[in-house]
């Protein structure tokens, strides 16, 4: 069980940060929720508390893994399915995981595949929400400004 102050990362929402923890009546049961406050777009995720372990929800990296994903940002991208669709349902798979590096992984492969031929409605919507949930973490891993990660970020794709 997670505590007010931790930071924690929701798949599919990103990290942020527990401001409290509340009860809440729902269809006539008592429930408790985390209430996370996200860096990006200040907004506020109730996460309920006896689902939170098998919705992915996990404890925001450690400091050495923040040097480990910007050298996967800088790789060259994977390969990949050329059926955007069977794409599209890769990537996904990865970011439902919830975990940063296939989530930095689906980023670097995206963007770097906009940047040679751009990407359809769908795929440029997942390269932004990616996006938005790995600096989302990145930002809090070391307490840096959102603007500063995305520039970060966006330097280090594909540089290698």
Same mark, same amino acid.
């Not at 890769?90 to 975990?99: I, M, Q, T, Y």
């Not at 795929?123 to 891993?141: G, Y």
């Given at each position: ?12 929402? #990103?990290?942020?940060? =527990?401001?409290? =923890?509340?009860? &809440? ?5 008592? +429930? ?36 480990? /994903?910007?050298? @996967?940002?800088?790789? *060259? &991208?994977?390969?990949?399915?050329? *059926?955007?669709? %069977? ?8 970011? +439902? ?20 031929? #751009?990407?359809? !409605? #769908?795929? %440029?919507?997942?390269? *932004?929400?990616? +996006?938005?949930?790995? =600096?989302?973490? @990145? !930002?809090? /891993?070391?307490? @840096? +400004?959102?603007?500063? /990660? ?11």
């Amino acid at each position: 069980m997670f505590k007010v102050g931790d930071k924690i990362v929701y798949p599919m929402h #990103g990290a942020g940060v =527990i401001e409290s =923890i509340e009860h &809440k009546e729902l269809l006539g049961t008592d +429930k408790e929720f985390y209430i996370l406050k996200l860096p990006i777009k200040n907004m506020k995720v109730m996460i309920p508390i006896e689902n939170a372990e098998e919705l992915g929800v996990r404890k925001v990296v450690d400091q050495n893994i923040f040097k480990d /994903v910007m050298a @996967l940002l800088a790789q *060259n &991208k994977e390969v990949m399915p050329d *059926n955007w669709n %069977r794409r599209y349902r890769a990537n996904l798979e990865k970011v +439902k995981s919830g975990d940063i590096f296939e989530v930095a992984a689906v980023v670097r492969n995206l963007e770097i595949l906009d940047r040679e031929k #751009g990407l359809s !409605t #769908g795929e %440029r919507k997942m390269l *932004n929400n990616s +996006k938005q949930i790995l =600096i989302s973490e @990145l !930002t809090l /891993v070391r307490d @840096l +400004k959102e603007d500063d /990660v995305v520039s970060l970020v966006n330097a280090t794709i594909g540089s290698h």
